[in-house]
């Protein structure tokens, strides 16, 4: 089974200022999708961003970017001009575009965001 | 549309007690999840639907879990027996296998249960 690393439990930012989240995953595959969901406290998990591994091209959302290194299998989140409404757990996830439809989650990494 | 809704947001019962849940995904999505999240964990995958077809099941899902989606639409998991090792939020999830880059899933507030 795919495999989903994040390896900070727990990052802050200082608000205005940029903040990467990292993401590792483990996949014999060449085609997946890559997910980074926002789950704020007591609140419903939403899409942030997403992209395929076909496209060579880092997604961009607004103020946030992902810097996908598809050989390096790292798919990092780069938030800018942090605000406080960012603060919430971001879960890292992976789907095979060709085998099931599951998604695999990573650990979660805790953001707070410093007034 | 209001997205996925999940019932009861809440649920304390006792083990050994049968618990039920639903879950009411947006309208048009014809594809349906269910996920366990226990705390400092990320969601785990426990069963898909197809419309009214389970096509996935984890090796999660033990026979005391039983989904349904019977007429293509809201989807209930039931626990029979609970155990105190069920205690978690289960999410639902849902999207749709018609519109174009249909992986994304949107996901419902949860349900959390804790059995005493």
């Known amino acids: 089974a795919q495999t989903v690393t994040q390896s900070q439990p727990e990052m802050s930012v200082q608000e205005a200022e940029t903040v990467t989240l990292s993401c590792t995953y483990d996949?014999?595959?060449?085609?997946?999708?890559l997910f980074w969901y926002k789950q704020p406290p007591s609140r419903q998990m939403i899409l942030v961003i997403r992209?395929?591994?076909?496209?060579?091209q880092n997604a961009t959302e607004n103020r946030f970017s992902v810097n996908f290194q598809k050989a390096a299998k790292s798919f990092s989140l780069k938030i800018s001009d942090s605000q406080l409404g960012d603060a919430a757990m971001y879960f890292c996830?992976?789907?095979?575009?060709?085998?099931?439809?599951?998604?695999?989650f990573g650990t979660g990494t805790s953001l707070t965001v410093i007034p | 549309d209001t997205g996925v809704s999940q019932d009861p947001r809440h649920k304390i019962t006792k083990r050994g007690q049968n618990v039920t849940f639903r879950c009411d995904p947006i309208?048009?999505?014809?594809?349906l999840y269910w996920y366990r999240q226990t705390l400092g964990q990320g969601p785990e995958f426990l069963t898909y639907?197809?419309?009214?077809?389970?096509?996935?099941k984890s090796r999660l899902l033990s026979d005391r879990f039983s989904a349904e989606r019977p007429k293509g639409s809201f989807s209930t998991l039931e626990i029979q027996r609970t155990e105190q090792g069920d205690s978690a939020m289960y999410l639902c999830?849902?999207?749709?296998?018609?519109?174009?880059?249909?992986?994304?899933?949107?996901f419902g507030p949860g349900t959390r249960l804790t059995v005493l």
């Open positions: 999830a849902s999207s749709s296998l018609l519109v174009p880059s249909t992986d994304t899933q949107y």
């Open positions: 996949t014999s595959e060449s085609d997946y999708y």
């Open positions: 992209q395929e591994a076909y496209k060579q």
């Open positions: 996830a992976y789907r095979s575009a060709l085998a099931g439809n599951q998604f695999y």
């Open positions: 309208s048009e999505h014809n594809r």
């Open positions: 639907f197809q419309n009214e077809a389970q096509l996935e």
